[in-house]
């Protein structure tokens, strides 16, 4: 028999070629899904942004596609500040709120849960992260409903007056917890909760067993090592899951629109605007918004160290 | 601090917390037997199964479940497609803007979906494409992409690279040992990945509100059953079917990729 | 005689690395032949050379005659045992045997028998339902033998073969493949970093130091008259003397070697080598003494059963001027 095999077919002259040529069978590989990238989600990013720059003819009610500022310039109206402010105050609050209840969680999964209950902890975390977001949303209207469980409970346990007095609160409060900015905000923590925890827990699987046992050597008591070594180290983790619930919490229009008042978000505004309104350029506008502010906050985080947790 | 038992108050903290994410799910099932469909009183005045006949009998839940069954399955076979090639490239080799094309990836899930949705509507717009099945599936291709690409590539850094050459050095041509050696070993980390993919383009709503004009899928039908509910336990029923639909294909992944270091979802 | 694998001067450099550079060689047909070097010495690199799995940068390899530089690994009539073996490890032990035949279309009855047969050449007959991560390091190997065997390879390269096994496996396993060889025909080219496997397995080797050749010859050869420092040094660590000190004791000016074993103790007065002893060393069969000779230090091998000296006193060695190897090259 020969040292060199003959070569049977197609198959073995394009193994051949892309053997020669190894940056051929690359360039056939990545080519495909490179050009679906850019063409349908690089040029749809263009397009966002060449219609911000578009404006909408007043009395025609027609987009008229110039170059024009103005578009951008009506962000600034008050009305259209009130809800970029609004919408920046929720995401930071959802934001605490989130790392608040998911560093318990957190952090008993990484230092404590072992075996079989750290899978739970895990799949505990990860079945809410997954299963379906509306379904998710829609409990929580059962749950805030005037007539729902928590009036309900607070009847039962004869808190009614508490739960009527959170709800005077000026501001948050409002007819019932569903049409409530503290039922907007219940909820977007919910949701966006196992956003936080995974992160979180991460980096707190990152810091070793030895430095805390290292901190306690030197004479620190557990609230010391927490606060001074724990916490510290975790921060990254923290960093990494505020950018999930911000920006999440930032383009999201569907909340709000089911549990809260009528006071706008960027998203509900960017959705009214493209449909009902038919004012495109300035629902492009506004949802370069949220990137503007994203691009900042990653830079911010990358400087915090916040990828690593990633 | 292996032996140091955590204490009672962050035992308490992290069982309730996870509780916190579980017990609202369970709600939606007990008020699809509820009797009373006009609010949401609780506890519900009385049970019955009725609902899910009623829901069975709407004629106009099929359609949105046929669409969102359609939808999920062309872009998850999409995603496949595109989401694996990627996943080749970037597995082993190194070269220029490869960091740039793993952001391009993620980009699409990365950014909120009022971005995602309110970029594509502007293309649309742009090019004057009308709304069609079609628009929705690019919309969730494109974000189904990375769920695939995650699954993949972490589980061809994990397959010996000596595997594909000594399938060559046994005289197997490239696609040979693409069928007889990566594809069986890369098999359960893709099916992972197209349920995973399935399951998210099956439950979202935020891009396709954007993307489907007057279409509906089963998503946006509940949507509007919220924002103006009629019978409000056969939402429920539809919840319930979504939450399935969604939920088993999770499960499953996770049990395809348990024990690797690529257990699926963490990219979500 | 007909040459199985040729180098013609063959480098491949990565970048500014240059691992293997400007390599010339001929391997015989139905040689053992043996690559040897430290890792790094491009050894493994000329291997995959021969496998396809690098290209040259420069330089021309013939496999039987042929020109090998546009076919891919797959059409090389050329088998590998890998270092961590790499079977298969969703198929089972017989299926990963007949993979190369299933690969080249032989039917599957037709190619099972033959892994059978294979199989019952490394001595596994009754492992084929089996899967690799169901066997011993030892068993993998033979798996890997086999797979590779099957398909009649006019070349089979086994790249550190023995590395993964503990020291008693290894013994064994080096007699099998050498008589495997010898039933066979076929030409063996492996690569290994320890010097008592490549003289004890192969009838012809190569030393590689720095993507070079720094010798090629039978072990005999390479042991007893090594070319270089290098080769002195790395293959049965011989005394290697400096010019001056050859010169010395009897020989040109030039770099030489001693081999342990050609030193005998002799009383320090008169002796050409003489000095304190600095370390002794027992290795079974023998001790290893060592003495500084000022600016050398020198070690001969005392078979069990002589009279030792203690550490610090004076003693000579003597030695047949035939066995100071005179190097060639520095």
Redo the contacts between chains.
């Keep these: 028999m020969s040292a060199v095999l003959a070569s049977r077919g197609l198959g073995d002259r394009l193994t051949g070629l892309f053997w020669r040529r190894p940056n051929l069978l690359l360039l056939l590989l990545i080519s495909p899904p490179l050009i679906w990238l850019g063409l349908v989600y690089l040029g749809s990013l263009a397009a966002l942004l060449v219609q911000s720059f578009y404006s909408i003819d007043e009395f025609s009610g027609v987009v008229v596609p110039e170059f024009t500022l103005r578009t951008y310039a009506e962000l600034f109206n008050p009305a259209n500040m009130d809800i970029i402010i609004r919408t920046l105050l929720m995401s930071a609050s959802v934001t605490v709120g989130c790392a608040v209840l998911a560093f318990p969680i957190a952090y008993y999964a990484a230092r404590f849960a072992r075996g079989h209950w750290k899978a739970a902890f895990y799949l505990g975390v990860m079945l809410p992260l997954w299963s379906s977001y509306l379904v998710k949303v829609y409990a929580w209207k059962l749950i805030l409903a005037k007539e729902g469980i928590i009036g309900w409970a607070a009847g039962a346990t004869g808190t009614t007056p508490i739960l009527e007095a959170v709800l005077a609160i000026p501001g948050i409060g409002g007819n019932s917890l569903s049409t409530s900015f503290l039922g907007t905000w219940m909820v977007f923590v919910y949701v966006w909760l196992p956003y936080m925890i995974l992160p979180m827990q991460a980096s707190l699987e990152r810091v070793p067993v030895s430095m805390l046992e290292a901190s306690a050597d030197l004479g620190a008591t557990r609230g010391q090592t927490f606060r001074t070594v724990t916490l510290p180290l975790a921060l990254p983790g923290v960093i990494a899951g505020s950018i999930f619930t911000f920006s999440l919490t930032m383009g999201d229009y569907i909340i709000p629109q089911i549990i809260g008042t009528s006071a706008r978000f960027i998203g509900q505004a960017v959705f009214q605007l493209q449909g009902t309104a038919g004012n495109i350029p300035l629902a492009a506008a506004f949802a370069v918004v949220p990137i503007l502010i994203m691009l900042v906050y990653l830079a911010l985080a990358r400087r915090a160290g916040a990828f690593d947790a990633l | ?2 032996s140091e ?2 204490s009672l108050g ?2 308490i ?2 069982i309730g ?2 509780l ?3 017990l ?2 369970l ?2 099932f007990l ?1 699809a037997f509820t009797v009373e469909e006009r ?5 519900p005045p009385g049970l019955t199964t009725e609902w899910f006949a009623v829901a069975w009998n709407r004629a106009d839940i099929w359609p949105p479940l046929y669409l969102s069954l359609k939808v999920a399955a062309v872009s998850t076979v999409l995603a496949l ?3 694996t ?2 996943a ?3 597995a082993r ?1 190194r ?1 220029f803007g490869r960091e740039q ?1 793993s952001l ?2 993620i ?2 899930i ?7 949705g ?6 649309f ?3 004057e494409i009308p709304f069609s099945v079609w628009t929705i599936i ?1 919309g969730h ?2 974000f189904c ?1 990375v769920i695939v690409y995650n699954n993949a590539v972490a589980r061809m850094r994990r397959l ?1 690279g ?2 594909m ?12 040992t693409f069928r ?2 990566l594809l ?2 890369l098999g359960s980390a893709l099916l992972a990945g197209c349920m ?1 993919a399935f ?2 383009s099956f ?4 891009v396709t ?2 993307t489907a004009g007057q279409q509906s899928t089963l ?1 946006i039908w ?2 509007n059953e ?2 103006r509910p009629r019978q409000r336990p056969v ?2 029923v539809v ?1 319930i079917v ?2 399935a639909v ?2 088993v294909p ?2 499953l992944a ?1 049990y395809l990729t348990r024990g690797g270091s690529e ?1 699926a ?2 990219g ?1 | 005689m007909t040459v199985a694998v040729e180098f013609s001067s063959v480098s491949r450099h990565f970048g500014a690395v240059r691992a293997v550079d400007g390599v010339s060689l001929q391997i015989a047909e139905g040689a053992f032949f043996a690559m040897l070097g430290p890792s790094g010495s491009g050894k493994t690199t000329c291997l995959r050379l021969i496998s396809g799995f690098e290209k040259p940068t420069a330089g021309v390899i013939r496999i039987f005659g042929e020109d090998v530089s546009d076919v891919p690994p797959n059409r090389r009539n050329v088998n590998t045992v890998f270092q961590d073996y790499a079977l298969f490890p969703h198929m089972n032990v017989a299926d990963n045997v007949a993979y190369g035949l299933m690969v080249k279309g032989v039917g599957r009855a037709e190619r099972l028998r033959r892994a059978e047969e294979m199989l019952a050449v490394v001595k596994l007959d009754e492992y084929g339902g089996r899967k690799p991560g169901q066997l011993s390091g030892g068993q993998r190997q033979r798996v890997a033998l086999a797979r590779a065997l099957v398909n009649e390879p006019r070349v089979l390269l086994l790249d550190e073969p023995l590395g993964a096994l503990d020291l008693k496996l290894r013994e064994a396993m080096q007699d099998e493949l050498k008589a495997l060889q010898q039933r066979l025909g076929i030409t063996f080219v492996f690569v290994t970093h320890d010097q008592h496997e490549a003289l004890s397995m192969a009838d012809s080797l190569a030393v590689f130091n720095e993507g070079k050749i720094a010798q090629i010859g039978t072990p005999e050869e390479v042991y007893a008259r090594p070319a270089t420092r290098f080769v002195a040094d790395f293959v049965g660590s011989s005394n290697v003397l400096p010019p001056d000190m050859t010169q010395r004791i009897g020989g040109p000016a030039a770099w030489s070697s001693l081999r342990p074993e050609a030193l005998r103790l002799a009383p320090a007065e008169g002796a050409a080598l003489a000095g304190p002893v600095t370390a002794l060393r027992y290795l079974g069969a023998g001790t290893r003494v060592q003495i500084s000779t000022g600016s050398t230090e020198v070690a001969a091998f005392v078979p069990a059963g002589q009279p030792l000296p203690l550490p610090g006193q004076n003693v000579g060695f003597a030695f047949d001027a035939a066995d100071l190897h005179v190097m060639d090259r520095a």
């Design positions: 601090m292996h038992r955590a962050l035992q903290a992290a917390g996870l916190f994410l579980h609202p799910i709600l939606i008020y609010t949401y009183q609780f506890p497609v595109l989401g090639l990627v080749g490239a970037m080799s070269f094309i391009l990836i980009l699409p990365a950014l909120p979906g009022v971005i995602t309110m970029s594509l509507r502007s293309a717009a742009i090019m690019l291709a494109t992409i010996s000596g595997l050459e000594a399938s060559a050095d046994l005289g197997a041509n490239a696609f040979q007889y050696v069986p070993n995973l399951a998210l439950d979202e709503v935020i509100t954007f998503p509940m949507l919220l924002v939402t429920n919840a979504v939450f969604t939920f999770i499960l996770y257990t979802g963490g979500k």
